[in-house]
């Protein structure tokens, strides 16, 4: 098993910045790759952003590029996700994901991860 534990969330205002911070723990003996998700009230999980294992490949949302930077410290085994200038329809909760692997392709999907947090409200008020 993999433990994930967001944190981070809260209340900000439009033009206003949040740092989330995911710790994992538990069998992660293998290398994986992680990914931030989010999903509002109505609407499907959808992809922010992920990082493969050495951390070179990076993928974005469009709706986030430029706004959002995701980042891993592997000594305290965090996956961050900063994200600034935030919009009211950056809304959601927000979770951090979890698959084994350390492919340069990682997955956007969320059918393809292992294993997922409990989640981090974001909201951000116009």
């Known amino acids: 098993q993999v433990q994930l534990v967001e944190s981070g969330g809260g209340l900000v205002q439009a033009g206003g910045s949040l740092r989330l911070s995911c710790v994992v723990s538990?069998?992660?003996?293998?290398?994986?790759?992680m990914g931030w998700f989010r999903q509002a009230p109505g609407k499907e999980r959808e992809f922010v952003a992920t990082i493969n294992w050495s951390g070179n490949n990076i993928d974005y949302a469009d709706s986030v590029k430029g706004r959002f930077t995701i980042s891993r410290d592997y000594a305290k085994n965090t996956v961050d996700l900063q994200m600034n200038s935030l919009k009211p329809e950056d809304t959601a909760v927000h979770y951090c994901a979890f698959t084994y692997g350390s492919t340069t392709v990682v997955p956007t999907s969320p059918r393809f991860y292992h294993y997922w947090g409990q989640g981090t409200q974001v909201t951000v008020s116009s």
């Open positions: 538990g069998r992660t003996s293998s290398r994986y790759s």
